[in-house]
């Protein structure tokens, strides 16, 4: 079983920049690949980003392209966001979500994961 906890998220300007984090433990992060997806008040939860098992295919949300950079660190059983240029539609409560095992396509797929975080809270001021 895998556990995912989420950090890094908080109050920023509009402009400015903050990097999430999501940590694992329990299992070896390094076999799964991970999205990031996020639900604003009121609306869905969305997909951000998402990263193969093996590093070697990303993807973003059209809304976040060039803004948003995923990356992880085997070795640390961590996968990042680094969120840049945030806008107040950014605002939202993110998480990170996990597996099944080598699993390397439909990544943007919400219901394909099996383990997910409990989320940290992102507020982009205007």
């Known amino acids: 079983q895998v556990q995912l906890q989420e950090s890094g998220g908080g109050l920023v300007q509009a402009g400015g920049s903050l990097r999430l984090s999501c940590v694992a433990s329990?299992?070896?992060?390094?076999?799964?690949?991970v999205g990031w997806f996020r639900q604003a008040p009121g609306k869905a939860r969305e997909f951000v980003a998402s990263?193969?098992?093996?590093?070697?295919?990303?993807d973003y949300a059209d809304s976040v392209k060039g803004r948003f950079f995923i990356s992880r660190d085997n070795a640390k059983n961590t996968v990042s966001l680094q969120m840049n240029s945030l806008k107040p539609e950014d605002t939202a409560v993110y998480y990170c979500a996990a597996g099944p095992p080598y699993r390397d396509y439909d990544l943007r797929n919400l219901e394909g994961y099996d383990h997910w975080g409990q989320g940290t809270p992102v507020t982009v001021s205007s």
């Open positions: 990263i193969t098992w093996n590093g070697r295919e990303s």
């Open positions: 329990g299992r070896n992060l390094g076999v799964y690949g």
